[in-house]
Nanobody, 116 residues
Framework: QVQLVESGGDLVQPGGSLRLSCAAS????????MNWYRQAPGKERELVAG????????NYADSVKGRFTISRDNAKNTVYLQMNSLKPEDTAVYYC?????????WGRGTQVTVSS
């Protein structure tokens, strides 16, 4: 059974930091590229960051470049999103997605709220 479980979302003040985790099981994690997406209320889901299966290649949305870092630990079947210098506009539900060939798997999301 495939599972992607996000954690680490919280309420944080502007300028603060959070580290999201996404624990995977039920598929060959090290063979899948991983992405983080987010969806704010009333907006479409958008790609935040991606990382290749090996971890050697990453990509980021312009809005988070220099503030967010995606990483993965294939030994732990986990992908991370380190978020620094958070802004109110980063408020959203954050989802991880696994992509391998024609297969895609999604987690259920974790809420990040940036507010004073």
């Amino acid at each position: 059974q495939v599972q992607l479980v996000e954690s680490g979302g919280d309420l944080v003040q502007p300028g603060g930091s959070l580290r999201l985790s996404c624990a995977a099981s039920g598929f060959p994690f090290s063979a899948y590229a991983m992405n983080w997406y987010r969806q704010a209320p009333g907006k479409e889901r958008e790609l935040v960051a991606g990382i290749s299966s090996s971890g050697r290649n990453t990509n980021y949305a312009d809005s988070v470049k220099g503030r967010f870092t995606i990483s993965r630990d294939n030994a732990k079947n986990t992908v991370y999103l380190q978020m620094n210098s958070l802004k109110p506009e980063d408020t959203a539900v954050y989802y991880c997605k696994a992509r391998g060939g024609a297969r895609e798997y999604w987690g259920r999301g974790t809420q990040v709220t940036v507010s004073s």
